[in-house]
Every structure is written in C-alpha cells, then in structure tokens.
C-alpha cells in the first residue's frame, strides 16, 4: 500500500475569510431580529386580542345585533359612496386633524389656572439713597422669600440710611415699617449689654474665663449654682458672647447686678422715649435678683425688644466709639420710618476699653462663632473678606408679634486700608418653625457685604 504524502489544501486568501465571517455575523444577526420581532408581535397581538375578548364579553348581547348592524350599514355607505368616496374614508389623518389633536393635548396638560407673574413695583427702589444696594436687598428678599423680614444698611460715617427692604406676609412691601417697630424679642443681641456692663464694672475682660456649666443654649435654673470648689469646664467671656452662650452670660449678670445693667442698656438707647416715636420705646427690665435677672442678662426672654433701627445704632457707636445715635434719612421713602436729621441723645459713653472690647467680641463672633459659617469665603469673595474688617452678633428667639422665629443679625464691614468706608447691616428674618425655612440672615448678611465690597471697597468706586 503506498501512502500519499500530506498535502496541504487550498485555502481562501485572507481577505475573503474575513468577508465571508463577516457576512455570516450579519445574516445571524438579522435572522435573530427576525424571529424576536415574530415573538414580540405574537405577544401584543395575543394581549389585544385578550383585552377584545374581555370588553366583548362584558357588553350585552344586544350590542352585538347593533354593532353588526351598523358595520353593515357603514359597509354599504362605502360601497355605494363609490371608490374615490371610499379612499376619502380611509385616508390618514390631515394637517387639520393633527392640529386639532396637539391642541386637545396641550390644553389637558397645561394648568386651568397658571401661576400669576409676580409684578415688580421699582419705585421703593428708585427712591432710595442707593439704588443699587437696595435693588440687590430686593432681589434677595424675592429669591429667598422670607415670611417677613427686613433689612437695612447704614452709612457708618455719616450714619444716614444707604438702603433697606422689607417683607412682610409673604410679600415684598413698599414702605418699611418694621423699621423702627419695637415689638420685636432681642434674643441674644441683649448680651451686648451684659459684656457691656462687665467690661465697664472694671472686673471682667475678654478673656475672662467663665464657668460652663450643663447645655451651652439652655438655661435651667441648676446651671446657675456653681460650686465653691468648681473644676469644671469654662470659657472666656468672649467666646461666650461669640458662640452665643446663655448660662455664662447669666452668671456675669447676675454678678454684675441689675443697676449696672440698665446703665448699660440706657448707653445702648433701651428704655428711652424717641422724637416723633422713632424708633418706638424698647424694653430692658430685668428684676434686682433671681431667674428673671438671669434671663435678661443672656436675652433668653421675650421681655426684652428691640427696634432694627435701634440695633443699627448700637453697633455704630460701637464702631465709630461714640455716643448713640439713631441713623436718620432725607429721603421721601423713609418719612415716617427714620428721622430726618441727626439728633443728639441723653446719653453717655462707654469707656474705650468698652467700646473696644465690644467691637473685638463682635469681631470674634464672625471669626469664630456663630457668624463663622455664613460670613465668610463660602459667601464671600476672597478678596472682599480680607479687605474688611467684619464683626456682629447673631440672636434667635421665638416670639409672638408677629409670631414665629426671630432670627437676627447686627454687623459692620469695614475697610482695612481706608476705615472710613464702612456700613452697618441689621437683618431679621421672621419664620414658621414649622414651615420652610429662609436662608440664615448670616448668610443674607455675607452676600450684602461681599456687594457693597465690590463696588466701594476692592471695585474702585467711590462714595
């Protein structure tokens, strides 16, 4: 037997193998679409024939004499119509009928009673000593939308109204009457009176540590007994007052005593009859002794108020170490609200010592306390906050008149190069706790500094 050598068979070059494949991925491909097409056809049709089955067994008998009566009939309707009637019968849908349909459609889904477009009145705006600071309080009043609020921004040199806007009832008012409204509860904004009198009574300084005794915002009555050999922990009087602290500056309170503390507060302007009742009369009457001077001396009670345009003066004198003085306004928009000119107070002057250990609290409770998160790079632009010099002091109560949450803000920016480019800002915001909540005056407060910056401060323009 003779064996043959191996021979290698003829293959397909290369190139063809690789078009053949590819041919044959395509053909298996398209027969697989094919047939899952098929599949999926079987099924809707299987479903609708179902549901056909359903709604013509739930009908009575007689439909049926009646639908094939009428099938009839409109089968010899088509009939004797002739062809080019019968066409017209079965024809697609026309321009008129497609339009007719988005019409149908657009009038299901858009609502029967759309949204009113709010209408925006200028003129409060217009008429104010500077248009642009008030349009941009404006516009935050209108994106954040407050239940009530206001805002107002002073002249610390001269100390006349710059701008202010006011909310009220979930709408954007015409005419500030807030402004100096004395109903509202001062929160802690009343410990600017109590390191006021500590500092002015000589023994108590910035850095004076106080005890710290139970929950830092609560105040009960056991967190006011310090034991005569007390270990525990403290915290200096200015970071008491920055990260707003009641029963520290209760115990400073009630050391200080009562005497000292409406001394205090009549430098601030509480108690005080003004012209033409602008601002109304606030409230400071704290008891000689007990729980009642405790409260008083950290604002934990709603006892004592607090006029905006009040505050607005507190942290000027503060600033400008002088005596208090009630920001004044020429301008139509505020007759009625402010008063017109400068007016000389019955009241006295801190110490410098006072004064500057006040400005350095508020300073720290922009730095490190409550106003740390808001007022700040976060809000801020970078350049702006280290241009200025920023303090305040923030304060949250609820209250009844109007009732709801009062949340406070009372600040000054000041430029670092050129002092005597600075504001004062004063924000309170009033909310449903149980509702939605604005945005926190610190942050409203940021964003009005990092504006009036731009523009007077690192944006050249002048005042």
Not at 263 to 287: D, E, K
Not at 427 to 445: E, M
Request: aromatic share 8%; with cysteine.
């Amino acid at each position: 037997m003779t064996i043959k050598p191996y021979e290698e068979p003829n293959r397909l070059p290369y190139a063809v193998r690789m078009r053949n494949r590819a041919i044959a991925i395509f053909v298996f491909i398209g027969i697989c679409a094919g047939i899952g097409s098929c599949i999926y056809k079987d099924k809707i049709s299987g479903a609708e024939a179902a549901e056909l089955k359903v709604e013509t067994q739930a009908e009575p008998a007689n439909d049926y004499n009646k639908e094939e009566v009428a099938a009839g009939n409109q089968a010899q309707e088509i009939k004797a119509a002739g062809p080019s009637e019968s066409a017209k019968m079965f024809e697609g849908p026309t321009a008129e009928d497609i339009e007719n349909t988005q019409m149908a459609v657009t009038a299901e889904i858009a609502p029967s009673n759309p949204p009113a477009v709010e209408i925006i009145d200028s003129a409060h705006i217009k008429s104010q000593k500077d248009v642009f600071m008030a349009e941009k309080i404006d516009n935050l009043l209108r994106r954040f939308k407050p239940e009530n609020a206001i805002i107002l921004i002073v002249d610390a040199k001269s100390n006349e109204i710059m701008a202010w806007g006011e909310r009220k009832n979930n709408a954007v008012q015409n005419q500030p009457d807030y402004l100096p409204r004395n109903t509202f509860p001062a929160a802690s904004l009343a410990k600017t009176i109590t390191i006021a009198a500590a500092m002015e009574s000589n023994r108590y300084a910035l850095n004076t540590s106080i005890p710290l005794i139970g929950r830092a915002h609560h105040l009960y009555k056991n967190q006011l007994r310090v034991p005569q050999n007390y270990h525990g922990p403290t915290v200096e009087m200015q970071d008491a007052y920055a990260h707003s602290y009641n029963p520290p500056l209760a115990l400073i309170g009630m050391n200080v005593g009562a005497s000292k503390l409406k001394a205090a507060a009549r430098n601030l302007g509480y108690n005080m009859n003004y012209a033409a009742g602008l601002p109304g009369r606030s409230s400071f009457t704290p008891p000689d002794t007990g729980y009642g001077l405790a409260e008083a001396s950290c604002g934990f009670t709603e006892a004592t108020t607090l006029s905006p345009l009040q505050a607005a003066a507190q942290v000027r004198a503060i600033l400008m170490k002088k005596p208090l003085e009630i920001p004044w306004s020429t301008t139509p928009d505020l007759d009625g609200y402010a008063p017109k000119t400068r007016l000389a107070l019955d009241v006295n002057k801190f110490s410098e010592n006072t004064y500057y250990g006040l400005r350095q609290a508020m300073i720290r409770s922009v730095t490190h306390g409550t106003a740390r998160k808001n007022i700040s790079t976060r809000h801020m632009a970078r350049k702006n906050y280290n241009a200025l010099n920023i303090g305040g002091k923030t304060g949250s109560l609820d209250g009844s008149d109007p009732k709801g949450r009062y949340d406070w803000f009372m600040g000054f920016a000041e430029s670092k190069e050129d002092p005597s480019k600075a504001i004062i800002i004063v924000v309170l915001q009033i909310y449903d706790n149980q509702g939605l909540r604005p945005q926190p005056t610190t942050q409203v407060a940021g964003m009005l500094i990092n504006y009036w910056a731009h523009q007077y401060v690192t944006g050249g323009k002048k005042k």
